[in-house]
């Protein structure tokens, strides 16, 4: 392991937004405004976000990196996502 890796997993334990991708940050900020719009009072932590893939790609997010930028928070333990009567879910860490 190179130094420079090294210190990246050593930061990306205090912090586990070091090291994503710039595409995955941007997808984490919009997520950040729909959970402060959208946050369920039944649901502790989740919220929904209508017209998701609408509203990124008016920031230039394609399809494609809203889903890859899903994949990339996921694996950092920074999102999870559920789906219930056809109405996704999401919980950032």
């Known amino acids: 392991m190179s130094l420079t890796q090294a210190m990246l997993s050593c930061y990306s334990a205090i912090n586990p937004l070091v090291g ?3 595409t995955a940050l ?3 900020g919009a997520l950040e405004v729909f959970r402060d ?3 369920s009072p039944m649901k502790d ?3 929904r976000a209508p017209q998701l893939d609408k509203r990124l790609q008016q920031i230039s997010l394609s399809k ?3 889903e890859k930028g899903f994949t ?3 694996d950092a333990g920074l999102l999870q996502i559920r789906t219930e009567r ?3 879910w ?3 860490k």
């Open 45 to 47: 932590g989740w919220f």
């Open 37 to 39: 719009t959208y946050q």
């Open 26 to 28: 941007r997808l984490y």
């Open 64 to 66: 494609w990196e809203i």
């Open 90 to 92: 999401f919980q950032l």
């Open 72 to 74: 990339e928070l996921i």
């Open 20 to 22: 994503l991708s710039s």
């Open 86 to 88: 056809k109405t996704r």
